[in-house]
């Protein structure tokens, strides 16, 4: 089992950066694809970025390439998403995942967090 806890969420200006986080419970969080997926209101999840087990390949949508960063810390169990030159089309509850497998399809995913807010104004 890993339980997963975001947090970072807020208001930024257009332009502005945020850092996510999510902190992982469990010994086995090291084996872990982890991945950020993000959910604005009327339109579907959707992929963000996905990090392998050792943080050795990084994968993102064309949405937020350049832009954003996946990081991963195995020692405090915790993956980070580094968010710059935000974007208004960028407003969306964010959610971490986690899974043995590696996939950009949300359903693969065995285990999320709670999601946290972020909103971009103009």
């Known amino acids: 089992q890993v339980q997963l806890v975001e947090s970072g969420g807020g208001l930024v200006q257009a332009g502005g950066s945020l850092r996510l986080s999510c902190a992982a419970s469990?010994?086995?969080?090291?084996?872990?694809?982890m991945a950020w997926f993000r959910h604005a209101p009327g339109k579907e999840r959707e992929f963000v970025s996905r990090?392998?087990?050792?943080?050795?390949?990084?994968y993102y949508a064309e949405s937020v390439k350049g832009r954003f960063t996946i990081s991963r810390d195995n020692a405090k169990n915790t993956v980070y998403l580094q968010m710059d030159s935000l974007k208004p089309d960028d407003t969306a509850i964010y959610y971490c995942?986690?899974?043995?497998?590696?996939?950009?399809?949300?359903?693969?995913?065995?285990?999320w967090g709670q999601g946290t807010q972020v909103t971009v104004s103009s």
């Open positions: 995942a986690a899974d043995q497998a590696m996939s950009e399809y949300p359903t693969v995913y065995s285990y």
């Open positions: 469990g010994r086995t969080f090291s084996r872990y694809t």
């Open positions: 990090i392998t087990w050792n943080g050795g390949r990084t």
